[in-house]
């Protein structure tokens, strides 16, 4: 019913840029909050940032002032603007979404399938 894909995963340089989008479709009627996670090699899934239907945005301390997460309501869509980057940022990284479907009654967690990002030293 929903699918979640991102895109914009790749291998970049230390001190580089990539900005990875999120794309939620299917019978969506409204969506509540949607983020950004990341697992990396051997380590458990870690939150890297958040933002809700009003904007409110939460980063994890690691990528304050290098990471700017934001959302297109219209397209169902959430960003992540990944600067300056760390080889200690290589990891997939998946978005997640709070959605609203047709014929539900209340709202249920989606997950895409993860971009891959490694950052080279």
């Known amino acids: 019913q929903v699918q979640l894909v991102e895109s914009g995963g790749g291998l970049v340089q230390a001190g580089g840029s990539l900005r990875l989008s999120c794309a939620a479709s299917?019978?969506?009627?409204?969506?509540?909050?949607m983020g950004w996670y990341r697992q990396a090699p051997g380590k458990q899934r870690e939150l890297v940032a958040t933002i809700t239907s009003g904007g409110i945005i939460n980063y994890a301390d690691s990528v304050k002032g290098r990471f700017t997460i934001s959302r297109d309501n219209a397209k169902n869509t959430v960003y992540l603007q990944m600067n300056s980057l760390k080889p200690e940022d290589t990891a997939v990284y998946c978005c997640?979404?709070?959605?609203?479907?047709?014929?539900?009654?209340?709202?249920?967690?989606?997950w895409g399938k993860g971009t891959l990002v490694t950052v080279s030293s």
């Open positions: 997640n979404a709070d959605i609203l479907t047709a014929g539900t009654y209340y709202n249920m967690d989606y």
């Open positions: 299917g019978s969506i009627l409204s969506i509540n909050g």
